[in-house]
């Protein structure tokens, strides 16, 4: 590792940048460096201007992808090279406001049917009974499970952030049982079975990557067409709330948002509330006459 990546690195940290964030703000300034042939200490403004022009015009990236991408070149010229240049203040990346992907309860049921090993099947009934993030679920701890007060305690969910969400009888005597088949005095999915035979041993938690690839073939064996990920759970969570009459505030308190106009989001989504709006309107308007 070169002295300057290892100082970006150490610049993210201080930042309190995420870990996978970290990884993608390296590997741009990488793929920039590998473009021109030369350590990006070397790359000049113009150079700068003309290979965000080549990613827009010529590879026509993503919206989402270029945020990343400038995102990551503007934190390491500032930061880290203290290069403040007018480029950077030029470049107005949009961002993409796309509806979420959502699975109606019929979809989420049947999918989670489909779910081929206990452990995953179990997290994964997790992560949609309390509208989790994938990392949230595969990390539960046993001390997060309050069975008496039925909550589960979020730690360090986004922006390293506490909350506590909760926690349906249904899933609670689920936890209870799945736990009871391993005992493990810290993790409530411990590394699998072909990992760890003697998970009441094991000494970390199961793979997010293990998660999302049991999902996909749970997806695959379920014939849902939609392009849906682990993440569809939370989204379907909260929507399915929504439709039955919990408010906005108490949603964003659950999902961890930061601000209600990201919880917002799902009022697009709720066609049963968007049918009393409209039978409400219909009875405020009755008596207009013309």
């Known amino acids: 590792m070169t002295p300057l990546r290892q100082r970006m690195i150490e610049d ?16 741009s300034v990488r793929q920039l460096a590998e473009y021109y042939g030369k350590s990006p200490k070397n790359v000049s403004e113009e150079e700068l201007r003309r290979y965000f022009l080549y990613l827009k015009n010529e590879k026509r990236v993503a919206s989402k992808t270029f945020t990343v991408i400038f995102s990551a070149i503007k934190f390491f010229y500032r930061y880290t090279l203290k290069q403040d240049w007018p480029t ?14 959502v699975l109606s309860r019929g979809e ?25 993030r994938v990392s949230e679920g595969a990390t539960l701890q046993v001390a997060d499970v309050d069975g008496e007060r039925k ?15 909760p926690l ?3 899933n609670l005597r689920m936890l209870r049982r799945y736990w009871a088949s391993h005992r493990n005095p ?4 411990p590394t699998p079975p072909r990992r760890c035979p003697d998970q009441s041993t094991a000494p970390d938690h199961m793979s997010v990557a293990g998660v999302q690839q049991a999902f996909r073939l749970a997806l695959c064996d379920s014939g849902i067409q939609k392009p849906a990920t682990v993440h569809t759970l939370r989204h379907s969570y909260a929507t399915h709330l929504l439709e039955d009459g919990v408010s906005l ?22 066609p049963t509330s968007e049918e009393a709006a409209v039978e409400t309107i219909d009875r405020l308007m009755a008596d207009l006459q013309w």
């Open 12 to 27: 993210m940290q201080l930042r309190d940048l995420a870990p996978n964030t970290q990884i993608a703000y390296t590997r």
């Open 151 to 165: 909550v589960l305690h979020v730690r360090c969910g986004k922006g390293k952030k506490d909350r506590y969400v």
């Open 88 to 101: 950077f203040d030029l470049i107005q990346p949009q961002k993409e406001q796309k509806l979420p992907v």
């Open 186 to 189: 810290t993790w409530i999915f």
């Open 249 to 270: 505030p108490v949603i964003q308190a659950y999902l961890g948002h930061a601000h209600i106009s990201t919880t917002a989001i799902y009022l697009h989504l709720t």
């Open 168 to 170: 349906p009888e249904s």
């Open 108 to 132: 989420v049921r049947h999918l989670l049917d489909c779910v081929r090993r206990d452990h995953y099947r179990v997290c994964l009934s997790t992560i949609y009974a309390c509208g989790l």
